[in-house]
């Protein structure tokens, strides 16, 4: 008798847990940087909930299409071969859902066409680096 498993069983491998915190971190780091550039690396510690909501939409997007896509199947958690095109299939989704939060009236910040292209391609970078160097030292 063939056993059912569900569509997010079939997306999630546990094998995969140390490139997801790897893949938050490097959304972090690249919120950070954007930060620093913007606002001065004082602003880390004077406003560090302001710091942390510039992530928070983003990695909203992240939560919910990296499962979806795939980013932490049992493939991504086998080589970087497969690991970077769907992290980056990922971001590229995530992005998009990190946008659409920050146009509300819920986050500041706004979006303008510059930073969608910013986040776009430094986000897939970040992560297909991360990616790439995770499966390097491991």
Known sequence: MATSTSFLEERLDAGALPI????VLA????????VVQHNGVSYLSADPVGWVL??????IGWLVTA???G???PGAA????SAVPLGIR???????IGMAIRWTPLFEGGVELTFVAVMLVLG????????TLYFKLV
């Open 67 to 69: 499962p979806l896509l």
């Open 78 to 81: 086998e080589s970087a071969k």
């Open 124 to 131: 897939s970078v970040a992560l297909g680096v991360w990616r």
């Open 27 to 34: 959304i972090f780091l690249l919120v950070t940087v954007g």
């Open 20 to 23: 997801a915190v790897g893949d």
């Open 71 to 73: 980013a932490y199947s």
């Open 90 to 96: 990922s971001w590229l989704a995530a992005t998009v």
């Open 54 to 59: 510039t992530a928070v939409p983003f990695l």
